[in-house]
């Protein structure tokens, strides 16, 4: 005879699995036609007011007033292309488009201190046109060129090596904003558009250091990330009366087995 305790054990066991190998039993592949974005809500550097700003509202925006001692005399910038479309499957990285930071000599106090993306991506869901709209913050440091206290750049290296070769690179970071975004259904699941990261010559980083004086390229990867159901799903019937100790122990497992289905992904 199969004692309750044993019971509980079981019936935990099994909603474990169910939980573990929920990611790859509902993954789906999406058909995205297009993706576009246009560069919004310019922050600019604390105090200041934003410095010749042109192409709000478009997929290339600039700022800031050209340095005398400039090589080109052309403003600051961001740009970004969507990439080309293709069939693209869900909680896995792909390229989402070309991030371009034209990062040139301008005078202090013309810079910003962060800007908006919104994307639009279109998709063919079940054969019907959907239009996924999309919002992140990008986050700008405009460093000194002659570099920090110490003479080091703000990456930490010495100026004029490496990416600080022409005075101290900028950094551009993306903030997180996954809590932000609108969710949307494929057969019966929520998805949102995460952006992961950049990658160049394919190494992947989370801050994109660019050099001055010139454009700087990398590529915005981002994944469709499972939600979860759109009508929660009730557990089965306990065979017997589950304990509160019982309980206790399937949260347990289930909740370890959730984290390692994350780790693995």
Not at 57 to 83: D, E, L, M, N
Request: proline share 4%; with cysteine; charged share 15%.
């Amino acid at each position: 005879m199969i004692s309750k305790f044993n019971s509980v054990f079981a019936f935990a066991a099994a909603v474990t699995i169910s939980v573990a190998g929920l990611g790859s039993a509902i993954a789906a592949t999406l058909d995205v036609s297009s993706v576009s974005g246009n560069w919004t809500g310019l922050t600019p550097e604390l105090g200041q007011p934003l410095a010749n700003v042109q192409g709000v509202g478009t997929g290339s925006v600039s700022w800031g007033v050209p340095h005398v001692y400039s090589k080109t005399g052309k403003q600051s910038g961001y740009s970004f292309v969507g990439a080309a479309a293709g069939k693209i499957e869900s909680d896995k990285d792909f390229d989402l488009g070309t991030f371009t930071h034209n990062n040139f000599v301008i005078n202090v106090g013309t810079s910003i201190t962060g800007a908006g993306l919104g994307l639009v991506v279109n998709m063919v869901i079940n054969g019907v046109d959907r239009a996924l709209s999309a919002a992140f913050n990008f986050r700008h440091d405009e460093t000194a060129n002659l570099g920090e206290v110490g003479g080091l750049c703000k990456d930490g290296n010495a100026n004029g090596v490496g990416v600080n070769s022409a005075g101290c690179a900028d950094r551009v970071t993306i903030l997180d904003n996954a809590a932000q975004q609108d969710a949307f259904e494929v057969d019966g699941f929520l998805y949102i558009l995460e952006i992961t990261g950049f990658i160049k010559d394919g190494v992947a980083f989370s801050e994109f250091w660019t050099a001055e004086d010139q454009a700087n390229e990398a590529v915005l990867r981002a994944r469709f990330t499972l939600v979860g159901p759109v009508d929660p799903i009730d557990p089965p019937p306990s065979p017997v009366p589950l304990p509160a100790a019982g309980w206790m122990v399937l949260t347990g497992l289930g909740a370890l087995a959730a984290a390692r289905a994350r780790r693995k992904s």
